[in-house]
């Protein structure tokens, strides 16, 4: 924990275009792929933060090939898959916090083996992977845990896949069967192989990003609603070529959510109608709490339409931009309530601790329960030294409670370690002061 901080000043209007830098969840997607694949793969845009930092990191540790073109548009990574044979047979992989690396290479490694650690910042020693560690390990893998039973670091030897059917749990977090979706293909060498889900399955929009862009790369993965999940054999992945990164839908959440409280309008290029982001709906929910919003196929933008409508919803769906929709609540009418979001208990930190706990230093009323949150906004926000427990989205929710809203007028916000949106966008402060008349 650094001592920085960021002080800011009330806002009394937002007004702006944002271009949204790369989607993580894409980002970091399109890099195993491409690794995996066939070819030479050329990324445009992909997002440059710590989580992808991590990400490519580790592929070079592991000996595949890429690099950065610099071009008049923007950036271009160039990858050379190596077709499911890493070049070096060990290595040791600094992970970060970043659970899309963590979770798809592990699955990657242990299918494909060899003498690997993986590890990360302490808070990714708390988060859990026993759920997909089981799952390799009963199909035939072979993967210690060298700390805790159940989560990071985690030791992977040379194992072998004796199975054609593995089960996942996806109640805790569906970056588990995103990983083994990844890696099946790598599995279904000579008979096909399938993944059932066991339990609910939660965030099933990312899911359809996983398998969104394995198709991009050339493999069909046939669906049994959201219970099972069969891909034929024989099946390689291939280069697309060309890929391009979506901007990020939940970094969108921020600019959005200050049209919808601010005025506006704000507008985010980079995602619109044509997104595979299931973060996009989170454009509904704010338009649901009163706000206006207008899409193109590329662009979202939102404008405040008098003060915003309490929420009472679910937002299994969109765990990661519902934490904006706790901050829109403040300037709402009435008590909104944020249902099935107990995922937020094991991401960057316990999120409904930490909300409930930030949002009281503002002067709302909060109830939190196992896998609820309840806001009731105060008269008037005061001001407030926000703590962001190393989480980028902590930190970015945050910085609106700056905003004068139609119902409330904003507070001088201090942001105690701002650094920490480097995570997923180094440059939001920066973005959000272009806004902020
Ligand atoms: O697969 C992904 O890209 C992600 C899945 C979600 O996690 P859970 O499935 O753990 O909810 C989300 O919160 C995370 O930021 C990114
Ligand atoms: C939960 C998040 O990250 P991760 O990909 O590390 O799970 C997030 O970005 O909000």
Redesign the pocket.
Known sequence: MTHEYLDLQTVAHVEGTVRLPGS??ISNRILLLSALSQGQVAIVDLLASD?TAVMLAALRSLGVQWTEEQTATGTIHHVTGVAGVLPNKSADLFMG????AIRPLTAALAVIGGDYTLHGVPRMHERPIGDLVDALNAAGTNVEYTGNPGFPPLHIKQGKITTQRLSVRGDV?S?FLTALLMVAPLMAKDHAITIDVIGELISKPYIEITLNLIRRFGVQVAQDGWASFTIQPGQVYQSPGTIHVEGDA?SASYFLAAGAIGGGPVRVEGVGNNSIQGDVRFAAALAQMGAQITMGDNWIEASANGPLKAIDADFNHI??AAMTIAIAALYADGPSTLRNIASWRV??TDRIAAMATELRKVGAIVEEGADYIKVTPPAALSPATIDTYDD??MAMCFSLVSLDGAARKGALTRINDPKCVN??FPEYFTAFAKIAK
């Open positions: 993580k969840s989580d916090n970043a659970g899309t977090s970056q939940s765990p990661d991401k960057e980028h989205r995570k997923t």
